[in-house]
C-alpha cells in the first residue's frame, strides 16, 4: 500500500483522537503527566503482533529503537502540555507546521538523506500552510504553549528519525514492537517516584469511572494512527510524513470548532480557512507525486533504439559528415533513425533542390534496412532551429508559408515510395518557444499535416514537443504519434550566464503521469507515444566545438550518459531516439575518446 494512503487514514485517526484528547483535558478528568504515562504504556500492547515476524535484529540497532521510544515518551509529556494550555487547533497545527522542518534537519544528518523534486514542492506548501495556522498575538497564553510545542517538536522527530533508521535496518513488526517497548520502561520507572505514583496509579479513578474508559479507548483508537504513521515512517522519507498532516488540520480545525467551541473570526477564520486549503493541496500534491512514481515501467519491456543524425551538424563540427554517416550504420548498427530534410539546404534557391544528400542518407538506410522517420518543416531538429532559406526569409509570413509547403510537397512526393520511411515528422516542437524562429502564420502546422496526408495516407504523423516544459496537449492531439525530448543537463538561456548548466528535478516518474495526463486529455489512450530526443550529449551557452573537452566530460560524463539512458528506461516508453551520435564519432576521432560511442553501441546493439 502507498504511503500516502497510510498516512491519509492515520491523520484522519489521530486528528479525531487528539480532539477527544482535549475534551478530556479541558474538563480536568487527568492531567499531562498522566496523559503521557498511559499514552506510553499502553504501548505494550504491541506485542501482540510478536507471531507476525518478529526478529531480532542487532544490539546496535535495538539501541537505537530504545532511544527512539524513550524520545517519543518525553515527546507525548511535552505535548500533553502544550495541549493542556493552548487550544487544541493551534497546539496541533504548529506542531504540524514545525515538525517537518526538524525532520528535514535530523534527517540530512542521521540519515544522509533529503526532499528533493516533486517531493519538495509539496514539503513546501504544506510547511507554508502549517506556519499560517499559528499566530500569538490571537491569546495571551500562547506564546507560553508555544515553548512546549517547539519542544515537543524537536523531541519528537527525532525519535521520528530514530525510527526510520530501525525500520532501515528491520522489519516493521520488529522494529515497532522494540520502539513501542522502548516506550514503555521509562514511563514504568515514573512509578519509583512517589509523587508521581500517587498522581498516576489513583488516576482512573479520578477520571469519574466511565471518562477513564473514555480515556482508554481513545487511547486503542489513538494507537491505530500510531502504527499508521510508523508504517508510513517505514515506507517514505519521515519528512515527508510529517509535513503530510494536512487532512489532520482539517479534522482539528472543524471538530474543535463543533465540540470544542473555539470560536475564529474575520481574519483568523480568513486565514485559517486558506491555510487548511493549502495544505490540503499539498497533500494532493504529494499524492499525486506518489501515484505517478508507482505507475509501473515494465523493465523487460522490448525497446526499440534509435538515433538522430544531422549531415548539418556533423559539418559544423568539421567532420566528413559521409564517414559519420557510415560509422553509425556499420558500427552502431541502429534499426532506426531519423533524418532531417533542413529547407536551408536543399532550395537554396528558389524552385531548384537538391536533394542529393538526403538521397544519398536514404539510400544507404534503404541499404541496411534501415527505418527512417523524415522530419519536414521550417522548425526541425538542430539549432537554430528553424532552418529558412535566405531567400524565404524576405518573403511576408503567409508567402513564406506557402513556400515551405511547396517544399514539402516535393520531399513527400520524392519519398513517399521509399518503403523505408515508416514515419513523417511535421516540424520539430512547433509549440515550443525556443530557437531563433520569425513568427508563423496561426494555423501552419494544421495545413502542414493536412498537406502531408494528402500526398501520403499511408503513413502516420509524428508531431512533437518539449519533453519538460511543452505542453505536450497541441501537438499530441494534432499527430498520428507524439514525440518528446528527454534532456536532464541543459543551458538555460535566461539563467544560464549566472548559474550555468543546471540539472532538472524531475523523475522519471514525472513523464510517466505527464502522459498519463495527457493520453487521458485528448481522449485516446491508445495513441503511441515516444522519445523523440534522448539527451546524450551536453548542452552548453557555446557550441561544443568551443567548449574545452575537460569542460565537456567533466559536464556530461560516460558514467552520466549510461544514468540518463537508466532513467529513459524508467519512464516507461517503448521506442527512443538518441541526441548525439554526431558528438560522439567527434569526441572519438578528435579526443581519441571512445566512450560514448560504445556505450551507444552496447545499447543499440542489444
Known amino acids: 500500500m502507498s504511503w500516502v494512503y497510510i498516512v491519509l487514514i492515520a491523520q484522519l485517526v489521530l486528528g479525531t483522537s487528539a480532539v477527544f484528547d482535549k475534551m478530556l483535558l479541558k474538563r480536568g478528568f487527568f492531567k499531562p503527566m498522566v496523559f503521557a504515562f498511559w499514552f506510553s504504556v499502553l504501548g505494550a500492547i504491541s506485542l501482540l ?28 509529556y511535552l505535548f500533553y502540555m502544550a495541549l493542556h494550555q493552548g487550544d487544541a487547533s493551534s497546539t496541533l497545527t504548529i506542531t504540524g507546521g514545525l515538525s517537518p522542518i526538524f525532520t528535514l534537519i535530523f534527517s540530512y544528518f542521521l540519515l544522509n538523506s533529503n526532499v528533493t523534486g516533486g517531493d519538495l514542492i509539496g514539503f513546501a506548501v504544506l510547511l507554508l500552510g502549517g506556519f499560517l495556522f499559528f499566530r500569538i498575538k490571537e491569546r495571551d497564553n500562547q506564546l507560553a504553549s508555544f515553548y512546549w510545542i517547539f519542544g515537543s517538536a524537536i523531541v519528537l522527530d527525532l525519535s521520528n528519525v530514530l525510527s ?69 515512517i517505514s515506507k517514505t522519507h519521515p519528512a515527508l510524513v510529517d509535513a503530510s498532516q494536512s487532512l489532520k488540520y482539517v479534522v482539528i480545525f472543524f471538530a474543535s470548532w463543533v465540540l470544542l467551541h473555539e470560536r475564529h473570526k474575520g481574519w483568523l477564520l480568513a486565514e485559517r480557512i486558506f491555510a487548511t486549503l493549502l495544505v490540503i493541496l499539498g497533500f494532493v500534491w504529494l499524492g499525486t507525486i506518489d501515484y505517478a512514481r508507482n505507475l509501473p515501467a515494465d523493465p523487460n519491456r522490448p525497446i526499440v533504439w534509435g538515433v538522430t543524425f ?172 507524439f514525440g518528446t525530448t528527454m534532456y536532464r543537463k541543459v543551458y538555460p538561456k535566461s539563467i544560464g550566464p549566472l548559474v550555468g548548466v543546471i540539472q532538472y528535478p524531475f523523475s522519471p516518474s514525472f513523464f510517466k503521469f505527464k502522459s498519463l495526463v495527457v493520453h487521458w486529455l485528448i481522449g485516446d489512450l491508445n495513441k503511441k507515444f515516444i522519445v523523440v530526443e534522448l539527451q546524450g550529449e551536453p548542452w552548453f551557452a557555446t557550441s561544443v566545438q568551443n567548449t574545452p573537452y575537460s569542460k565537456q566530460v567533466t559536464t556530461f560524463s560516460p558514467q552520466y550518459l549510461e544514468t540518463t539512458i537508466q532513467y529513459a528506461k524508467d519512464t516507461g516508453f517503448d521506442e527512443y531516439y538518441l541526441w548525439g551520435s554526431e558528438w560522439w564519432y567527434w569526441m572519438k576521432i578528435k579526443f581519441n575518446d571512445s566512450r560514448y560511442w560504445d556505450i551507444a553501441k552496447k545499447l543499440i546493439s542489444s
Not at 503482533?49 to 515527546?75: H, R, T, W, Y
Not at 516506550?183 to 479520578?206: D, N, T
Open 310 to 481: 544531422s549531415d548539418e551538424f556533423s559539418r559544423e563540427l568539421g567532420l566528413d559528415w559521409k564517414m559519420n554517416f557510415e560509422s553509425i550504420i556499420a558500427d552502431l548498427h541502429p534499426k532506426s533513425i531519423r533524418l532531417v530534410a533542413y529547407w536551408d539546404n536543399i532550395e537554396k534557391d528558389k524552385g531548384e533542390y537538391d536533394f542529393s544528400d538526403l538521397d544519398w542518407e536514404i539510400q544507404r538506410a534503404t541499404d541496411n534496412n534501415i527505418k527512417i522517420i523524415l522530419a519536414l518543416g521550417e522548425k526541425v531538429p538542430r539549432w537554430p532551429e528553424c532552418h529558412i532559406p535566405g531567400w524565404a526569409n524576405k518573403l511576408s509570413t503567409d508567402e513564406r508559408g506557402q513556400a515551405l509547403r511547396d517544399f514539402m510537397q516535393t520531399a513527400v512526393e520524392r519519398y513517399r515510395d521509399k518503403q523505408v520511411i515508416t514515419m513523417w515528422q511535421v516540424e520539430n516542437e512547433p509549440f515550443l518557444p525556443f530557437g531563433s524562429c520569425p513568427v508563423r502564420e496561426a494555423d501552419f502546422l494544421p495545413k502542414e499535416i493536412k498537406l502531408v496526408k494528402s500526398l501520403d495516407q499511408t503513413r502516420p504523423i509524428l508531431t512533437t514537443d518539449g519533453g519538460e516544459f511543452g505542453k505536450w496537449y497541441q501537438a499530441a492531439k494534432l499527430g498520428d504519434v
Open 49 to 76: 503482533l510478536l507471531p507476525f515476524g518478529f526478529v531480532l535484529p542487532s544490539i546496535k540497532i535495538i539501541l537505537v529503537a530504545f532511544l527512539a521510544g524513550a524520545l517519543f515518551d518525553i515527546a507525548m
Open 164 to 232: 526510520k533508521i530501525v525500520f532501515n535496518n528491520s522489519n516493521f513488526v520488529s522494529g515497532f514492537i522494540l520502539i513501542k517497548i522502548a516506550g514503555v520502561l521509562p514511563a514504568l520507572l515514573l512509578l519509583f517516584y512517589k509523587p508521581l505514583r500517587k498522581e498516576i496509579l489513583p488516576s482512573i479513578e479520578k477520571g469519574h469511572g466511565s471518562h477513564g474508559l473514555y480515556y482508554f479507548f481513545n487511547r486503542g483508537y489513538a494507537a491505530i494512527g500510531s502504527v499508521l504513521v510508523y508504517w508510513a
